[in-house]
């Protein structure tokens, strides 16, 4: 079945930082990724849609300049949390379309920000 | 925008038991999709439901496709400790850009 990988598995990093999150589809190609953000036992929650090739499309409430996202090739996406604060702390997780609605997630990415 | 309402929020349940946890929604959709979630992973597909009615199985898990097209149910029988997780359900409308709609999830606690 479709994999999709996220490096790294978990970071931890100062406050002010920039941090970047790679999501990758390892057999199939993706021109749309998602990334979500989920907080401890909550549910995820959208971030924005990546594009290859073109701009992200963010959810409201979601600061585009805080949150970078690059779609450059059909099988990597990155997220870049600039400038991070102890409230960016999160779980991380990207996705790629399937079929019919179906997506496939990675398997996360725990940003700690001290 | 859409919302789904998933319950229950938590269930605990001793080994051996039958697990039923549903997701209402006030919008119709195309697809139901169920997902389970370990600790520290992603989310990992388990069901997806195309049809209005469908009911489709996945070894000791059945869920359904309502017939109103607003709501589904996951049943798992005979729980197992490996069950333990966030069980999601999810709504898709293909005009939704390719976005899911995914409730806050049921978290089950099973008691060997």
């Known amino acids: 079945g479709a994999v999709v990988s996220q490096h790294p598995s978990w970071v931890i990093c100062k406050s002010g930082t920039s941090v970047k999150i790679e999501c990758r589809s390892l057999?199939?190609?993706?021109?749309?990724m998602f990334w979500y953000r989920q907080f401890p036992k909550q549910s995820l929650m959208l971030m924005a849609t990546?594009?290859?090739?073109?701009?992200?499309?963010?959810e409201q409430g979601v600061e585009k300049d805080k949150f970078l996202i690059n779609h450059a090739s059909l099988t990597l996406s990155t997220l870049t949390v600039t400038s991070a604060h102890p409230e960016d702390s999160s779980f991380y997780i990207c996705?790629?379309?399937?079929?019919?609605?179906?997506?496939?997630f990675g398997p996360g990415t725990r940003l700690t920000v001290l | 925008g859409q919302q789904l309402n998933q319950s229950p929020q938590s269930m605990f349940i001793q080994e051996g038991e039958d697990v039923s946890m549903n997701c209402t929604s006030s919008?119709?959709?195309?697809?139901w999709l169920w997902y389970k979630q370990d600790p520290g992973e992603g989310p990992v597909l388990l069901i997806a439901?195309?049809?209005?009615?469908e009911l489709t199985s996945n070894g000791r898990l059945t869920a359904q496709f309502g017939i109103t097209r607003k709501d589904s149910f996951l049943n798992i029988s005979a729980s197992i400790p490996s069950d333990v997780g966030i069980y999601f359900c999810?709504?898709?409308?293909?005009?939704?850009?390719?976005?899911?709609?995914f409730g806050d999830g049921t978290t089950l606690t099973v008691k060997p």
């Open positions: 990546s594009n290859e090739g073109s701009k992200a499309t963010y």
């Open positions: 919008s119709i959709f195309n697809t």
């Open positions: 999810a709504g898709f409308y293909n005009t939704n850009a390719g976005k899911s709609t």
């Open positions: 996705s790629a379309p399937g079929a019919q609605g179906t997506q496939y």
């Open positions: 057999d199939f190609q993706a021109t749309t």
């Open positions: 439901l195309y049809k209005a009615g």
